[in-house]
Structure formats: C-alpha cells, structure tokens
C-alpha cells in the first residue's frame, strides 16, 4: 500500500499545482543594487601630486570654481542575476548635496559611461574635493590603481558615448536613465569579466558646475547613496515575497504588516513597513530567530501575538554571530560596506527605529537580508519593541505570499516526541517557484540529560525509501542518485551549503544540516534544503519516511514517522481553520478528475492505515491536541493561521523586490 499512498500523493499535488497555476511562469522583476565599488578622480597632472578619495563619504564630479576636473567611478556586482535574464530596462540613483550657495550655479548635465579598464579602491579618504594623497590600488587621474596600472588615457578609461543622461532640475536627486545602461547591464550578465562599472561625468565645458553626491561610505547610503535599480525578465522564475502581518485585536493595537521581496538570491530584499496604531511607543524592531508559537498551551504556530509570549521566538537572527552590534547605526553604512557590523535581523539598526511614530509607511531596501538560504528570514519572525523598555509589545510570523506544499512527520508516539514540518512552494515542481524545502524541528529526547547539564544527546537523522509504522519496515537511506556515501571524497563533496547539498544522498539530512542536538525539553531549529524535494519526480520525500537514530552518534533506529503530505487549506486572514481533505477533492474533481480519484484514494488508505483522515494544516491544532507530552504542547510546527492561497493573484506574482 505504499505505492498507492505515494502515487496519491503525487497525483493531489498534481492537482494542487493546477490550481495554483497562475505562477508556474516567468515574470518581470524588479531588482535593486549597491555598489560594491565607487571613488572619485581629481585631476592632477603631475605624478607626483596624485590625489585620491576612495572611501569618503561624498563622490565628485565637474567642474571646480578654479577649473579643477572631477569624474566619479562606481561599480555594482550583478553576477548574481539568474542566467538567461533579459534586461528590460536600467537606471543609476544618485543622492546630490546641495551647494552652500545655489547662485550663479550651472545646472551640469549627467552622463554616464561604461568604463573599459578595471581599476583599483584603495583606502584614501576625504570629505572635500581636493582628495588626499594617493594610496596602494587607489584610482587617480592617472593611475587605474595607483602606483601600479595607468590609465591608457588621462582620467579614466571609457566609452564616449554615454550610456545614460540626466539633466537635473535645479538640485534634485539625479536618476539616469538611457537604453545604454541595460545594455552595459546586458553585456556585462554574458561577460562579467568586462564589468568595470560606469564613469559619471557632470558639464564639463564650463567652471562651477561640480556636483558633490553620496557615496557607498555615506551615512544615507542605504537611502541616498548610488543605486543600481534593474527591470528584468527571468523565464522559469519567480521572486520571493512574505510578510508579518500584525492584527489589531491580536497585536496590542497595532495593525499593518512588514512586507518582503527579493527577486533572486543576491540581490536587495524590499522591506516595506505599513503600521498603524504604534501611538509613539514602539522603538527597535528586529527579525528573530524562530517562527511565533501559539500561547495556552498550543501546539501550532500563528500569525500575530503580542506580550510575553514573544519571548518564544529567542533573539534577534545573527547567524553571522555579531560580537558587538554597537557599531550598527542607521542608516547603516557600515553594513553595506561590512555587513558584519549588524546583525541579519537588526532592521533598527540598519534603517532606524520606529521611535516617535504613530504611523509608518515606508519603502526600505537591505542588502544583507536574504529571504531563502542558510541565513534566509522566511519562516521566523519580527518583532516590535516598547521604545522606552524595549520590552516586547507584540510580534508576528514571517510567513510567505506564494502557496505551499506542507508534509508532517509526527514523531508524538516515538520513544522521542515532537515533529519535522517540511514545506515547498507549490511551484516548485513547475520550474518557476523557489526549490528549496524548509524544515522546522520539534523535537526532545526524554531520555537525554537535564536541559540544565551541558551534556546534549546527538541523533543522526536521514530520510529512508519506504513509509513504515515501525523503524524495521523503512528501507535504507533515500539515495536516488547511487550516491557513494563510503567513499573518501564524500565527506568533502557533501555539505551543508546550497552547491554541497546536492553532492550528498537526498536522505542524509546529518551531513547536510548536522545532527539534531537534542536535550529532554523541546528544541527547535530550522533548516533550508535545496535537494529535498517534497514532491518532484524521482526525487520526492513525501510519503518516505524519517528515521532518527539512538543518541550519542548511535547506529541503530531510534524514532521513525512518515512525511505526509498535508491537504492544503486557504486562509482568508481570520486566523479560522479553514478547508478539509474532502473539501479539496470536491474543488478539484472539477480541474482534474483523475487527481480527484487519487486524493479519495488517499483519504481512504490513511482512514484505514491510521483511522483518521488526511489532515489539513490548518487542522493541526485538533490533530495536535491530543498530545500527551506538557513540552510538546508548548511548542509546535505549523502555521493555524499560515496562508497557503488567498486568491488574491498579485500576491503570487509580486514585480517588486
């Protein structure tokens, strides 16, 4: 009966990626960059007086009033756009300072160039126009990367056609705009070996028409320093969005949501900040490390609380481990040019706090606040803080926009407690959504030590081929590829990083996330596999089984439950239950009757397998209910109010990042 429930399974996904169909393409993008590199060049014709300004905090460019030159050199790292992408359109942000005195000040045109020579940033620095002394690898005038390699060419080399123009309205913010920068963009997606970034010039033909503007070293660079903004068609590809969403009844009276997108891995995630109902009280607020459990004693995880039960989600999201954040301040330029200053989640710190404000609508970009990945948000939590106290005045799950497909194994009547929520956007399988698989684990070892004593229990954990009520029945690890997991270069080829993952058996969940360290009260963690996929082919999990070994690095099988696929639900925001597995198949009998078929099947092999029927996400609070374990009702793994479609399809093809 196995093959039945695996083949049930994947046919009620086939019917669930119908319909959520309207992702499973491609679409435009929208996709923000800050600069990797950016200095000016000060015309000095003499060897000997070469000037340099790699790290101050304003570039330059035209004209001085005493007829001195100033070009400013920008870079901006794009290798991480997905292959095949198509620009559609580029435009360069500048933020100006405006000049003591506005009178008798030409309006300059801007032009941009591409440049053609790599060049140097060296550690020079100076808030004024005339540099400083030119250091090792800085760009001059006439050093690409001072004192090694010359410009062929006095002040820099670089197309003389522009690229892009502007011509500003008095002292306005600059936006460059010009078919030339997406085609620069363009070209340099085929060769990054040729990206030397651009060359600003401002009118050069007359004195008085330089132009000060913030650099990546500024204080505002997050706000006002130079950014690359990119238009973007990637076929087969979706970006990733989610949001915190805070109620009114359930947040203390604050109501809104913190949005996310980020339209590939690399790229800037979009935070926008919508709140109302802050009456000047909240100050900082962070991403935290876990998702919100439910307070009374719940089993699941919710949208939105507030108070003290906060506390469940831990600190602030540093995977990086941040010594000292102090050095953290907004608007953060220490983060974009080291993000180690600040800790992933410090969003305060990085943007400023909330302080003073009643309401807040704001459209905020972070460079280093990835959404997927090892370090990725999805799934945790952010949480406001009083501005007074800095106690926690309420906090909501980070959860994502797009559909998703959710698996459980329960390991509630295991010699171990708890369980492993595993969940994939439902597009996954279609090429367009995001591939890797989330994992939250709940999990305890009641035989282990007080979680007290510094001694830990350390389980080995793999997926195994079959579904089996008992650890006897479940096959050996799941290892489609014939993977060599004994030979020596196993251990070097297979990781934990997104390249490693697929190196290793599909099933050896140990030497892709470690072993899960587990004491006699319920530990959590959260893992990202980009190789586990739940339903897609050969590769599939769901309907496998997870096998958890004896402790202390033991050999045998200690605990072992099926992945089983949960029936999705929507949620129409109301935090009610919503949808059953025999609501599902009168919904898709319609789109496809086979898969309807399939999924009654399905239900009917659980009901006789397990005497209860397929359980939706939604539902899991009743299934979870009859927990006997105290520990294991004060913490769980899925979201009762987690919003796998809300018909709304903007919310699937979110253009923004």
């Not at 760009?139 to 522009?162: H, I, M, V």
């Not at 008992?470 to 990781?495: E, K, L």
């Given at each position: 009966m196995a093959g039945v429930f695996r083949a049930a399974v994947i046919a009620a996904t086939a019917a669930v990626l119908l319909l959520c169909a309207q992702p499973c393409k491609g679409e435009i993008v929208t996709a923000v960059f800050f600069p990797v590199m950016d200095a000016t060049l000060i015309e000095k014709n003499s060897v000997a007086q070469q000037a340099g300004n790699s790290r101050g905090k304003l570039l330059f460019s035209g004209r001085s009033a005493t007829g001195t030159l100033f070009r400013a050199l920008v870079k901006f790292d794009v290798s991480q756009v997905p292959a095949g992408a198509s620009v559609k359109s580029a435009s360069l942000s500048l933020g100006f300072e405006l000049p003591q005195d506005l009178s008798d000040r030409p309006v300059g045109k801007v032009t941009v160039h591409r440049v053609t020579t790599s060049w140097g940033e060296g550690p020079s620095s100076s808030e004024r126009g005339g540099g400083k002394p030119a250091?090792?690898?800085?760009?001059?005038?006439?050093?690409?990367?001072?004192?090694?390699?010359?410009?062929?060419?006095?002040?820099?080399?670089?197309?003389?056609?522009?690229s892009g123009t502007h011509l500003p309205n008095d002292y306005d913010q600059a936006s460059v705009t010009g078919s030339g920068l997406a085609n620069d963009v363009q070209a340099w997606l085929a060769q990054p070996s040729d990206n030397y970034g651009w060359i600003i010039r401002v009118d050069e033909t007359e004195n008085m028409t330089a132009r000060k503007f913030h650099s990546s070293e500024a204080d505002e660079a997050l706000v006002d320093g130079p950014r690359l903004t990119l238009t973007l068609d990637i076929p087969n590809h979706r970006a990733v969005a989610a949001r915190a969403r805070f109620r009114r009844e359930d947040s203390d009276g604050i109501e809104g949501e913190i949005s996310f997108s980020q339209a590939f891995p690399g790229a800037s995630t979009r935070v926008a900040v919508q709140l109302a109902g802050l009456d000047q009280r909240v100050g900082n607020y962070h991403v935290h490390s876990l998702p919100l459990f439910a307070p009374g004693g719940g089993a699941e995880l919710v949208g939105t609380v507030a108070g003290a039960t906060c506390s469940d989600t831990l600190g602030h999201w540093d995977p990086a481990g941040v010594a000292d954040a102090s050095g953290c301040t907004a608007p953060a330029r220490q983060h974009l040019m080291a993000p180690t200053a600040c800790e992933v989640g410090d969003l305060s710190g990085k943007h400023g706090p909330l302080q003073d404000k009643s309401d807040v609508s704001v459209v905020l970009y972070d460079p280093d606040l990835p959404l997927t990945g090892p370090t990725g948000i999805l799934f945790r939590s952010v949480v406001l803080h009083h501005a007074a106290t800095d106690a926690r005045v309420t906090c909501a799950t980070i959860e994502p926009k797009a559909p998703q497909l959710v698996a459980l194994a329960n390991f509630s009547s295991t010699a171990l407690g708890g369980h492993v929520l595993l969940m994939q956007d439902?597009?996954?399988?279609?090429?367009?959504?995001?591939?890797?698989?989330?994992?939250?684990?709940?999990?305890?070892?009641?035989?282990?030590?007080?979680?007290?004593?510094?001694?830990?229990?350390?389980?080995n954990w793999h997926v195994h081929e079959l579904a089996?009520?008992?650890?006897?029945?479940?096959?050996?690890?799941?290892?489609?590829?014939?993977?060599?997991?004994?030979?020596?270069?196993?251990?070097?080829?297979?990781?934990?990083?997104?390249?490693?993952?697929?190196?290793?058996?599909?099933?050896?969940?140990?030497?892709?996330?470690?072993v899960l360290t587990l004491t006699d009260k319920v530990v959590v963690s959260i893992f990202r596999d980009v190789d586990l996929p739940l339903v897609s082919g050969d590769l599939a999990v769901a309907g496998r089984t997870i096998g958890i070994h004896q402790a202390n690095l033991g050999t045998l099988l200690q605990a072992c439950a099926t992945m089983e696929l949960q029936a999705p639900a929507s949620n129409d925001g109301s935090g009610t239950s919503g949808g059953s597995s025999v609501s599902l198949i009168v919904i898709v009998i319609p789109v496809v009757a086979a898969a309807g078929i399939a999924l009654l099947a399905l239900v009917l092999y659980r009901t006789r397998r397990t005497g209860s029927r397929a359980v939706p996400v939604s539902s899991y609070k009743e299934m979870m209910s009859k927990e006997t374990d105290p520990d294991l009702k004060s913490a769980?793994?899925?979201?009762?109010?987690?919003?796998?479609?809300?018909?709304?399809?903007?919310?699937?093809?979110?253009?923004?990042?």
């Open positions: 250091q090792p690898a800085d760009p001059t005038w006439l050093y690409a990367a001072y004192s090694d390699r010359t410009w062929n060419t006095k002040g820099g080399d670089f197309e003389q056609n522009p439902a597009a996954a399988g279609s090429g367009t959504g995001n591939t890797e698989t989330t994992l939250i684990v709940s999990m305890r070892d009641p035989n282990a030590p007080a979680a007290a004593d510094t001694q830990v229990y350390q389980h089996g009520d008992t650890c006897s029945d479940v096959g050996g690890h799941f290892n489609p590829r014939q993977v060599c997991s004994t030979c020596d270069a196993y251990t070097q080829t297979c990781g934990s990083s997104p390249s490693a993952q697929p190196q290793c058996e599909v099933g050896d969940l140990s030497h892709k996330h470690g769980g793994s899925v979201f009762d109010d987690m919003e796998l479609d809300d018909g709304n399809p903007q919310d699937h093809g979110d253009s923004f990042v």
